[in-house]
């Protein structure tokens, strides 16, 4: 069992999504926001049901999928943390090597 704790870097993610949305529905978008976060509450008793990253092999991130995005995260010391939410069109090894300063 761990706990879930999002980075301010999934934080922005999260806020960037929902204003994208709400430029159509502030309401579907903030219940868009709030399924994608569910989707990731079974991670608390199963942490390492999600995928191994393919693209980041190597670093041991894993991800869950929602609808069009997928949420990369990592477990250690009984903590799940939500490195990133990054819409499945995205090049995700750019993202994630550029925001968290990984080497190529």
């Known amino acids: 069992m761990g706990k879930i704790r999002w980075t301010e870097k999934s934080s922005l993610h999260l806020q960037a999504i929902h204003e994208y949305i709400a ?3 502030k309401t579907y978008a903030t ?8 989707a990731t509450e079974k991670l608390e008793k199963m942490p390492l049901c999600g995928r191994i990253v393919p693209e980041l092999e190597g670093y041991g991130f894993r ?13 250690r010391d009984n903590t799940i943390e939500i490195l990133a939410v990054v819409h499945g069109a ?6 994630i090597r550029e925001e968290w300063e990984l080497g190529q």
């Open 23 to 25: 430029k159509d529905s």
């Open 31 to 38: 219940r868009f926001i709030r399924s994608l976060i569910k």
């Open 63 to 75: 991800e869950v999928i929602y609808r069009n995005y997928r949420i990369v995260y990592r477990f």
């Open 90 to 95: 995205r090049e995700i090894r750019k993202v």
